[in-house]
């Protein structure tokens, strides 16, 4: 059975491009797309997707608020954030919203599938670039370390 998924990005021609990735795949579906972050969490809840493809900077609603709409009303949903932009507090937030990773729009086709299928497996997927973004912008506590170490050892 093929994984729904949904996307959420604002720029054109990487929603076109994520779009025509997930359909030529064998395992994944196309549940719907938007660009907007408020007709997301209404478009999501509709559509029931397994994952949800989620850029972080979104006219109408943030993906970080996005994100928390989506933990309250489909807690069963995973959702993988997909962003050029980010830092230490950005990542933290997302974490705590609840994300089940975040991959840099950088990354290659390989890691963006690789991510895709731990995330639906289960598992937590984090691209090494935005861990390395995490210890280079501050100094790391023990409890920074922690979680680090636990998102950058997938689980399979």
Known sequence: MRKKVFIVEDETLLLDFISDFIESHPDFEIAGACSDGQEAVTQCFEANPDLVILDLHLPGLNGVEVLKSLRKRM????????????????????????????????????EFNKAMEIILEGGKYFSESVLTQKTQDEELTDADLEILEQISNPIS
């Open 75 to 110: 807690p069963q949903v995973k959702v993988l954030v997909f962003s050029s932009t980010y830092n230490e507090r950005l990542l933290r937030q997302v974490i705590e919203a609840g994300a089940d990773g975040f991959i840099d729009k950088v990354a290659g086709l390989k």
